[in-house]
């Protein structure tokens, strides 16, 4: 069974940076899934998902949100076989549980929703 696990979702400080992880387990034989489109979605209280930006199997970063770009990076250590989501200059409309997502395609998809496997979320909350 496929498990999607994020974490190094805190409190943080207006401001402040934080580093989520992104691991996976469970797919068959040959599946290397850190190679394929890995994403982030978020989600904030009351809210629906918003797609926040994804890595290609090319290494094409594509932000679907405006608001992160220059604060949030996507990156890929497949040595350790995790993606992380390196969020800087936080703000408190970055509050929200953020789901890292993998598909099995080349490319992100295009709306930053259809993946295939998903994970449970990590608690993001910045706040003084």
């Known amino acids: 069974q496929v498990q999607v696990v994020e974490s190094g979702g805190d409190l943080v400080q207006p401001g402040g940076s934080l580093r989520l992880s992104c691991t996976a387990s469970?797919?068959?034989?040959?599946?290397?899934?850190?190679?394929?489109?890995i994403g982030w979605v978020r989600q904030a209280p009351g809210k629906e998902r918003e797609a926040v930006l994804c890595?290609?199997?090319?290494?094409?970063?594509?932000y679907y949100t405006d608001s992160v770009k220059g604060r949030f990076t996507i990156s890929r250590d497949n040595a350790k076989n995790t993606v992380y989501l390196q969020m800087n200059s936080l703000k408190p409309e970055d509050t929200a549980v953020y789901y890292c997502?993998?598909?099995?395609?080349?490319?992100?998809?295009?709306?930053?929703?259809?993946?295939?496997?998903w994970g449970q979320g990590t608690q993001v909350t910045v706040s003084s």
């Open positions: 997502a993998i598909d099995a395609a080349h490319n992100c998809p295009p709306l930053g929703f259809g993946y295939v496997y």
């Open positions: 469970g797919f068959t034989s040959g599946f290397n899934w850190h190679y394929y489109p």
């Open positions: 890595v290609s199997r090319s290494n094409i970063t594509s």
